[in-house]
Nanobody
Framework: QVQLVESGGGLVQAGGSLRLSCAASGRTLSRNKMAWFRQAPGKEREFVAA????????NYADSVKGRFTISRDNGKNTVYLQMNSLKPEDTAVYYCAADGRSWYAGMDYAYWGQGTQVTVSS
């Protein structure tokens, strides 16, 4: 099994920045994608960003392109999400996901963290 623990969430004003981290432990991750998803109150979970095993390929939701950057450090079994120019509509619980067989579909990721709350005030 793989355990994922997110950190770095919090309360920030609009226009501010946060950096989320997701540390993986347990058995060695397979050479698959890692991703961030988010779920706002009353809404379905949505894809935010994903990164390939080597980090050479990334994909982003249109709503975060140019503002968020996903990266990973396989030596530390950690994936990051740098979030800049935050907007109130970015408020959500952010989840880390690992061992993804596709880019965007949550059902294709085998492991999930517990989530970290991000709140952006206007």
């Amino acid at each position: 099994q793989v355990q994922l623990v997110e950190s770095g969430g919090g309360l920030v004003q609009a226009g501010g920045s946060l950096r989320l981290s997701c540390a993986a432990s347990g058995r060695t991750l397979s050479r698959n994608k890692m991703a961030w998803f988010r779920q706002a109150p009353g809404k379905e979970r949505e894809f935010v960003a994903a990164i390939s095993w080597t980090g050479g390929m990334t994909n982003y939701a249109d709503s975060v392109k140019g503002r968020f950057t996903i990266s990973r450090d396989n030596g530390k079994n950690t994936v990051y999400l740098q979030m800049n120019s935050l907007k109130p509509e970015d408020t959500a619980v952010y989840y880390c996901a690992a061992d993804g067989r596709s880019w965007y579909a949550g059902m294709d990721y085998a492991y999930w963290g517990q989530g970290t709350q991000v709140t952006v005030s206007s």
